[in-house]
């Protein structure tokens, strides 16, 4: 579904992926992992197609496409979806308004028929169900006064609506608590499919203990050092970054 | 909602919709300004001397002043001898009833999206009353009938001044005195026709009025004038549309709006302006010259002024409000979009003079390409204005780096016991806003629109129904290519 190649990005002068390799299956769940400033959610970007993040060599195919032949909306059109680490307010606009926007500009690039208000709100209603959104929240401008949780969860509902074949989850956990970190992960789970395969992109364990990943990696100053299974995102947990650093530092020497 | 879709895809690789004419026949005054002109014109209509009397003592005066210079706005001198005074369409005397009315102007508006044909509609929905002014003259005025059974009276200016010379003898001038300003003063000399209409006493007008200006003949200058006269305790929604050719040279369009609302009475004018804003290089384009103001005389009574602004070269205009009776409201609800060489100074002013009185304005700029965008407004507190109270909400949206917003809000407050509010703020359509809204598979010009509708939301919902679909669509046209 996705490979990516020796990928180098850069934001202004300052390199910040220095050659990812990274291949995904449908089907399959990978956790990417590492210390702050390592170039997780610039990898989030650039897969997105964020204009300010340069890819200056290597390649990305995503299902047969040159990735970078796309432009951002015409990735989504194709299944790639991306759940923001800060998702932004747009005053004005309700949630609502802007799901159906979305969802049938979405549909209309797949082949499928627009939804009218009625089947709309059916869908909308049901998917409601399973993130546990509350009516008066997609009444209300899109993030607009939302609380860190319910924007995180408005994400994932979002990525219930438009039912991506690659979901990026960039920092998803960070900020939530215990119970809304559980229904993020019930609901992630539940869209998971044989069909489609999902990106984790996570500082900590703690999300990973409910969306088990099939690979996880390590991502360390741009570039992926390290790929396992999950128990690596538990050592990972036990022994912080520091030995990962110690390990890279230590070959590079 | 799926309105809002369809709109947005229709209108998204659309230039200025209306600017096709069309060849209709007229009936023209010789080019230039005289006091012959002004003879011509109140000839041409058969006025009576009173109003003759009242047009030459307006041209005199008008050559005693000169155009005023403190608008944010600059363009080349304007030679008023350039420009026709007079155009009507060539047509019968005068249609008895609206079968009579030649069909290529039925076709004209007809492709405004107007009907000027009555249409039965299904109890309990609500219909508008048209009165469609094209160049100088008022062409049919529906629905009369239904109206004239509760004694509401909607019709032409020019058949006002003949069928109700008491109502506008009284009326005409008195909130827009002949000699306001400039550009109110050549109106009241040349103005040509317009609508006209009476509430009378309890009545809450069951319709929505509307008149549909469009400037069709070259090198015409538009100058209509209305006069709303809402009674003790009436209602009425007023709507007005205009739109007009494309054309090379610039055309001069000043309008008077009178409104005078009685005791406990209200009334509610909305505007949807889509006058020929010229090329994408500053080309052509009107001159939207126009001073709307409305009294609230008596005690209780409100006028609220709604106005989505997206076309003219040049708009300047200041829908206002003197707060006469005691307890009265004012509101103004305002959304100016410039683009490409558009500029725009528009504003409102609320005087307080009675005690309670209320003002609450909203004004939402949204300026792109090369387009200057200024809101003038004047809050005034009068001495005797006791516990008035305003706020004022003014916002900038800022597309691209190349346009500009500007704000001059002015305030004179002579009551101790005036609370008065003054919010501002000044944004820009954020690359991340627009980031979002292309990850979730909406595309930068639709997302544009979006977020736009968004901002004006607040001005939006105060239009009605019909008015607000055609503001949307407006908006998004308008802004169609100002980013990307």
């Keep these: 579904m996705l490979k990516v190649k020796n990928l180098r990005a850069s934001v202004g002068d300052k390199e910040i992926l220095r050659g990812i390799n990274l291949e995904v299956n449908a089907g399959e769940v990978h956790a990417i992992m590492g210390p702050n400033g390592s170039g997780k959610s610039t990898l989030a970007s650039v897969l997105a197609g964020r204009e300010e993040y340069k890819v200056t060599s290597g390649s990305i195919t995503f299902l047969g496409d040159n990735l970078f032949d796309l432009s951002p909306e015409e990735r989504a059109w194709k299944g790639l979806f991306l759940a923001f680490q800060y998702p932004v307010e747009i005053p004005g606009v309700s949630t609502t308004n802007f799901l159906k926007t979305a969802v049938n500009n979405v549909r209309e690039h797949r082949g499928l028929k627009k939804l009218d208000a009625v089947s709309f709100l059916k869908l909308m209603r049901e998917q409601m169900k399973l993130m546990d959104i509350d009516q008066s929240l997609v009444n209300r401008s899109l993030n607009e006064g939302f609380s860190g949780g319910e924007k995180k969860r408005n994400e994932i509902f979002q990525m219930a609506l438009l039912d991506p074949k690659l979901a990026i989850l960039d920092e998803t956990d960070s900020g939530l608590d215990i119970d809304a970190l559980k229904i993020v992960a019930n609901g992630v789970n539940h869209l998971k499919s044989s069909n489609n395969a999902i990106i984790i992109v996570t500082h900590y364990q703690r999300l990973l203990e409910y969306i088990v990943p099939d690979f996880v990696h390590v991502l360390f100053n741009g570039q992926i050092v390290k790929s396992g299974t999950k128990e690596l995102a538990i050592e990972l947990e036990e022994k912080g970054y520091d030995w990962i650093r110690e390990e890279v530092e230590g070959i590079s020497i | ?484």
């Design chain 2, 1 to 484: 909602m799926s309105k809002e879709e369809q709109l947005l895809k229709e209108f998204t690789s659309m230039e200025y919709e209306h600017g096709w004419s069309v060849d209709i026949e007229a009936d023209s005054a010789p080019m230039g300004l005289n006091e012959d002109i002004v003879r011509f014109i109140s000839a041409k209509k058969n006025e009576p001397d009173w109003l003759l009397e009242w047009r030459l003592k307006a041209y005199r005066h008008w050559l005693t002043i000169e155009e005023p210079k403190w608008p944010n706005v600059t363009y080349p001198k304007i030679n008023y001898q350039d420009i026709i005074y007079y155009s009507a369409p060539k047509q019968k005397v005068k249609p008895e009833n609206l079968d009579e009315i030649d069909p290529e102007l039925i076709e004209t508006f007809n492709k405004l999206g107007i009907n000027i044909e009555e249409q039965k509609r299904l109890t309990g929905v609500t219909s508008v009353a048209v009165d469609a002014v094209i160049d100088s003259v008022s062409v049919a005025t529906t629905f009369k009938d239904t109206l004239a059974e509760l004694g509401i009276i909607f019709c032409s200016f020019s058949e006002a001044v003949h069928e109700h010379p008491e109502l506008v003898k009284k009326y005409l001038g008195s909130v827009v005195p002949m000699t306001d300003n400039y550009f109110a003063t050549l109106n009241s000399a040349v103005f040509s026709d317009g609508s006209f209409a009476y509430i009378p006493k309890g009545v809450h007008c069951p319709m929505e009025l509307s008149t549909y200006f469009r400037i069709n003949a070259a090198n015409t200058g538009q100058f209509e004038r209305t006069l709303l006269v809402v009674d003790e305790g009436a209602y009425v929604s007023y709507l007005e549309g205009c739109t007009a050719p494309a054309r090379d040279e610039n055309q001069l369009h000043a309008a008077v709006v009178e409104i005078y609302v009685a005791k406990n009475a209200e009334c509610k004018y909305s505007t949807v302006q889509n006058w020929y804003p010229g090329n994408k290089d500053g080309i052509g384009g009107v001159y939207n010259f126009v001073t709307k103001r409305g009294i609230c005389a008596g005690d209780n009574s409100k006028i609220s002024w709604t106005q989505v602004e997206t076309g003219s070269a040049i708009t300047w205009k200041y829908p206002s409000c003197i707060l006469k009776g005691d307890n009265s409201i004012g509101e103004f609800y305002s959304v100016a979009v410039t683009n490409n060489y558009q500029q725009a100074d528009t504003g409102t002013k609320m005087i307080h003079i009675g005690k309670n009185t209320k003002s609450r304005i909203v004004s939402k700029g949204v300026s792109a390409g090369k387009s200057q965008n200024s809101y003038r407004g004047l809050v005034r507190i009068n001495k005797r204005a006791e516990n008035a109270r305003n706020f004022s909400q003014c916002d900038s949206l800022l597309m691209g780096d190349q346009c500009g917003a500007h704000t001059f809000p002015y305030i004179e407050v002579h009551n101790k016991s005036a609370q008065v509010e003054h919010e501002a703020t000044t944004s820009k359509i954020g690359e991340d806003q627009l980031f979002y809204c292309n990850q979730r598979g909406i595309s930068t010009e639709d997302a544009v629109a979006l977020i736009v509708n968004g901002y004006a939301k607040e001005v939006l919902k105060q239009l009605p129904m019909e008015f607000a679909v055609e503001a949307q669509k407006l908006l998004a046209l308008t802004l169609e290519g100002s980013i990307g």
